[in-house]
């Protein structure tokens, strides 16, 4: 009888550790909002489902915080504002509330309840700098504190908890009483997820794994000069981080405390961002490690002749030797997880299942010595696109995937029990789940500026006490002092804490967040932390931000060509990112009713098209009307202007001449679903390398303009030509 094909679900649960280090508070919420709506869920899920079956990473600075807040004592600014009775609220709560309590997915949160959308345009969509806190009365932020609570809530708790699903059948009107029995009902939440977790490892359901303590970049610490092997032309930190020691405490500590609230040693590992060299494989191997995940690129990067006809390689585990020790491997399949991740959530649950099921088959037929197929991802970010949290999605799948003959799920521990095979690696191409290298946490100027700051932390550190040299020297985060010297431990605490990943992630032009300052004071404040616990002064360096800060709105211009699929949909995470990108919430307001209809302006090029993307805070096909047109104006040499319908889905490119519009021969195309994405050709255009054009775009809504972007002027782009890859060294 035929194997069946194995299915491996590993789920990644991380927050960057928001706790400041020297308040003592939470700089941001997402870890308590995410327990609540993600962390139970898809524990719950689990547990529910016949069949079911996933690995759970978790993180353990996301641990630390899960129980946190799970004994009360977190100190939460965004807690305590929806804690506070609006009649106890200033001027300064009241606007905090209102500029805060709308960060929620607007199609899935927001827009199906009435009363919160409507307190949404009461509040002009959220928008900072506003007086109209004055005019919210404390009834309307009553009714925004639930509601922010009660959108954050996942459907598993919902389902659960019969007082959950009265206030949303309530809607309004909610009583101080009703504000407190979510609140209860959130605790309640929030003590049981990791029992939870631990329940259904106990039964089989799922296997628990870890991640390096601080979920930093595990190569970069080993040796900084790693990046260069991926990316030779990689501008590096000045100074050489080299620090293998902190990488082995990294992981040693995470194992330790993993087995701390567990009671068991983990087995397997995800690290972090997928990160691997034939170092780090060698540290936490040593570190009793028995399997670790990363991308497939790793592995086709890795063996000489890549992944083989259909990927057939890719299906299989690995042994990575190294000397006398041994670790285990998967690569996921970078397209499954990114349909997942990036695609399903705006297909009907079924049929997403079923497309699902559809390429699983493909790869039995097609590659039949295929073992396992490891699908990784991140546990909770993708959900909040998905209706009902992704609950019905999730069940769906799970259940047709267990029921259906010729697969079979499994935990990644029992895929080694089931099919022992010995495909040896002695030599790993060293990179992350992004691009096969580091370039999202070095290179940039900002980047390398962290990393310095952090080397000399670390080295005034090491100076200035024997202790904390100690215990950094001996590499796995106690040495001989444990227990005895706390300073020196909070010390090496910090210094961990500023090792994670997610600062460098925000530092650069990669990602852009309204609360990148937030992720720069908090990595300053670790290392602030050092020097003062060490009664040393805190260079006058620390006290200037890192990210800078740019003209207008412009986060970054393009760094590499990009061909998107122009259908209005994000099809994969590295479709836009390499794309110029403007933040449109920093440009002057639009006009009237639209002034945030349009957050984000990606454009980029290959060498027949320039794209650009319009990005809403909802479905953009929704909020749409059928008559509206969005007039795209490029500035070139030339003015040309492309009209776009939502009910067409390409038309004439047209250039202005002697005062009227003329078709140049040419059309652009367009399409138009949760975001707008353009592409128009090149060639009309008569753009030379390194030059300059300017965009804009407007909307018409009944023959009049209905709003404009930007508002003031236009865009300023920047146009390298089809060489911008010879020029750059990474996205």
């Known amino acids: 009888m035929t ?257 701390e609230i567990f ?44 992944l083989g006809p259909g990927k057939g390689r890719l299906y299989h585990p690995y042994t990575f030797q190294q000397g006398a020790r041994e670790l285990k491997m998967f690569f996921r399949d970078h397209q499954l997880s990114d349909l997942i991740g990036f695609t399903y959530s705006s297909w009907e649950p079924s049929r997403a299942v079923e497309d699902f099921m559809g390429r699983l088959r493909a790869i039995r037929e097609q590659t039949p010595d295929a073992r396992v197929v490891p699908v990784i991802l991140d546990g909770e970010n993708a959900w909040e696109y998905y209706p009902e949290n992704g609950y019905g999605f999730l069940r769906h799948l799970y259940g047709t995937i267990a029921s259906t003959d010729g697969f079979e799920l499994l935990t990644c521990s029992e895929a080694l029990d089931r099919g022992p095979e010995r495909r040896v690696i002695e030599r790993i191409h060293p990179g992350s789940w992004i691009n096969a290298d580091y370039g999202i946490w070095v290179g940039h100027p900002e980047e390398n500026q962290a990393w310095d700051y952090l080397e000399r932390a670390r080295e005034a550190a090491v100076t200035s006490s024997p202790a904390v040299a100690e215990r950094l020297a001996v590499g796995d985060g106690r040495g001989e ?16 804490a500023a090792e994670g990943s997610d600062w460098f992630w925000w530092y650069g032009d990669d990602h852009f967040s309204v609360h990148s300052d937030r992720f720069d004071r908090l990595f300053r404040k670790h290392l602030m932390n050092v020097y003062r616990l060490l009664g040393l002064d805190v260079p006058r360096e620390l006290f200037e931000p890192i990210k800078k800060t740019t003209p207008a709105g412009l986060v970054r211009e393009p760094a590499a060509l990009i061909t998107p699929q122009v259908n209005g949909l994000v099809d994969d995470y590295f479709e836009w990112l390499a794309a110029g990108l403007f933040d449109l919430s920093k440009q002057s307001s639009a006009m009237h009713a639209a002034e945030s209809l349009f957050q984000s302006f990606f454009y980029g090029f290959d060498r027949k098209n320039l794209y650009f993307r319009l990005d809403s805070p909802a479905r953009l096909a929704e909020l749409l009307q059928v008559d509206d047109e969005l007039h795209l104006n490029v500035v070139s040499g030339g003015e040309f202007r492309l009209d776009i319908t939502p009910a067409a889905t390409d038309g004439p490119l047209l250039r202005r001449g002697d005062g009227t519009w003329h078709a140049t021969g040419s059309r652009g195309t367009w399409g138009i679903d949760r975001i707008c994405e353009v592409a128009i050709p090149l060639a009309p255009l008569g753009l030379e390398p390194r030059g300059k054009l300017f965009a804009s775009v407007t909307l018409t809504r009944g023959g009049e303009e209905f709003g404009r972007w930007p508002a003031d002027a236009p865009l300023l782009l920047a146009y390298a030509g089809p060489e911008l890859e010879i020029d750059n060294w990474m996205i």
């Open 263 to 306: 009671g068991f040693t983990p087995a397997g590992m995800w690290p972090s961002e997928g990160s691997v060299s034939d170092e780090a494989l060698s540290i936490i191997a040593g570190c009793g490690i028995k399997w670790v995940a990363t991308d497939e690129e790793i592995l086709a990067r890795t063996l000489p002749a890549g």
């Open 3 to 259: 194997e069946p094909l194995r299915i491996v679900f590993l789920w990644h649960m991380h927050q960057p550790y928001y706790k400041d280090p020297v308040k003592g508070e939470y700089a941001l919420p997402w870890t308590y909002l995410h327990a609540v709506k993600d962390y139970y869920d898809m524990a719950a899920i689990v547990d529910a489902t016949p069949g079911a079956k996933a690995v759970f990473n978790l993180v353990p600075s996301l641990l630390d915080q899960l129980l946190d807040y799970a004994s009360g004592e977190a100190v939460d600014p965004w807690l305590l504002r929806a804690r506070m009775s609006p009649a106890d609220m200033d001027e300064e709560d009241r606007r905090f509330v209102l500029e805060n309590f709308f960060s929620a997915n607007r199609q899935r949160f927001i827009e199906p309840h009435k009363r919160y959308l409507e307190l949404l345009y009461r509040a002009g969509d959220g928008t900072r700098g506003s007086a109209r806190h004055r005019q919210f009365s404390d009834r309307d932020i009553l009714d925004l504190q639930v509601w922010f609570l009660l959108a954050w809530t996942g459907e598993a708790a919902r389902r659960r908890y019969p007082e959950i699903d009265e206030l949303l059948r309530k809607g309004r009107n909610f009583t101080p009483g009703d504000k407190e029995t979510l609140l209860a009902r959130h605790a309640d939440i929030l003590r049981e997820i990791i029992p939870l977790y631990r329940k259904i490892h106990d039964e089989g359901k799922a296997e628990l794994a870890v991640s390096p303590y601080y979920h930093p970049i595990l190569p970069l610490l080993c040796d900084m000069k790693s990046a260069l092997a991926a990316m030779p032309r990689a501008n590096l930190p000045a100074a050489r981080f080299r620090h293998p020691e902190d990488a082995r405490s990294q992981v040693a500590q995470g194992i330790a405390r993993f087995r």
């Open 481 to 496: 002092t444990a227990g005895i010297d706390d300073n020196a431990r909070l010390v090496c605490t910090s210094l961990y």
